[in-house]
């Protein structure tokens, strides 16, 4: 791992951390997970078999959403700074950038909602093999989630209304993650699980040369 490279990671999670100001950061998108977590039960009753055979699907669910919310912070504050450009001055690829900014995503908020699945699901009436599944599932689906955040961030960075764009685009290209991380909740869900993994992959692969693309394009 390159040095220009671990710079770059430690200054975007730094960042994505601290929040815009001090304000936000990774604390907004735990507590929006809690808090579906917590009013769920209020929606549908104290039925608890109810909650425990849908309280899965429902973590992933905000899951998804929680994903959501730094998309304004991924790309667009340094765009308007022009890093972006003193960091193509400096021979820095936009692929190496996008891939460092995957990765401190990620680590922003893919670990601290695994920490949270541990309350919510004790909320939602989850047993220990529905949070064993719940938080395998996460691990394999939250990079690719990151990923594709990353990438939608770069395409609608410069745009009026990018971020509500951005969450937009993003709901559609999750849905494989989403069905296959839900799936893997199943008996012999394991099939679920491995593809869940390999869309992840997928996006990651993908992710740093199509936002890398969109910059550069945005640039000219």
Same mark, same amino acid.
């Given at each position: 791992?390159?040095?220009?490279? /671990?710079?770059?990671?430690?200054?975007?999670?730094?960042?994505?951390?601290?929040?815009?100001?001090?304000?936000?950061? +990774?604390?907004?998108?735990?507590? *929006? *997970?809690?808090?579906?977590? =917590?009013?769920?039960? *209020?929606?549908?009753?104290?039925?608890?078999?109810? @909650?425990?055979?849908?309280?899965?699907?429902?973590?992933?669910?905000?899951?998804?959403?929680?994903?959501?919310?730094?998309?304004?912070?991924? !790309?667009?504050?340094?765009?308007?700074?022009? &890093?972006?450009?003193?960091?193509?001055?400096?021979?820095?690829?936009?692929?190496?950038?996008?891939?460092?900014?995957? @990765? +401190?995503?990620? &680590?922003?908020?893919?670990?601290?909602? =695994?920490?949270?699945?541990?309350?919510?699901?004790?909320? @939602?009436? @989850?047993?220990?093999?529905?949070?064993?599944?719940?938080?395998?599932?996460?691990?394999? %689906?939250?990079?690719?989630? +990151?990923?594709?955040?990353?990438? !939608?961030?770069?395409?609608?960075?410069?745009?009026?209304?990018?971020?509500?764009?951005?969450?937009?685009? /993003?709901?559609?290209?999750?849905?494989? &993650?989403? !069905?296959?991380?839900?799936?893997?909740?199943?008996? %012999?869900?394991?099939? %679920?699980?491995?593809?869940? +993994?390999?869309?992840?992959?997928?996006?990651?692969?993908?992710?740093?040369?199509? %936002?890398?693309?969109?910059?550069?394009?945005?640039?000219?």
């Amino acid at each position: 791992m390159s040095s220009r490279f /671990v710079q770059l990671l430690r200054r975007d999670l730094a960042l994505l951390l601290r929040g815009a100001q001090g304000r936000g950061g +990774a604390t907004l998108p735990v507590l *929006f *997970f809690v808090a579906v977590a =917590m009013l769920f039960p *209020f929606a549908v009753g104290p039925d608890a078999r109810l @909650l425990a055979r849908t309280g899965a699907g429902v973590i992933w669910i905000a899951a998804l959403l929680a994903a959501i919310l730094p998309l304004d912070r991924l !790309i667009e504050p340094d765009l308007e700074a022009g &890093l972006f450009d003193q960091w193509a001055l400096r021979g820095i690829a936009e692929e190496t950038i996008l891939a460092a900014r995957i @990765l +401190a995503h990620w &680590l922003s908020f893919g670990p601290p909602l =695994m920490l949270a699945t541990l309350p919510a699901a004790a909320l @939602l009436g @989850l047993d220990a093999a529905q949070l064993r599944g719940v938080e395998l599932g996460l691990l394999a %689906g939250t990079p690719g989630l +990151a990923a594709i955040g990353v990438t !939608i961030a770069a395409l609608t960075a410069g745009l009026r209304g990018g971020a509500a764009l951005g969450g937009l685009l /993003v709901l559609p290209l999750a849905v494989p &993650l989403l !069905i296959f991380g839900a799936g893997s909740l199943q008996p %012999g869900g394991e099939g %679920g699980l491995a593809l869940c +993994a390999a869309a992840s992959l997928v996006a990651i692969a993908l992710a740093p040369f199509a %936002g890398g693309a969109a910059l550069r394009a945005l640039r000219e």
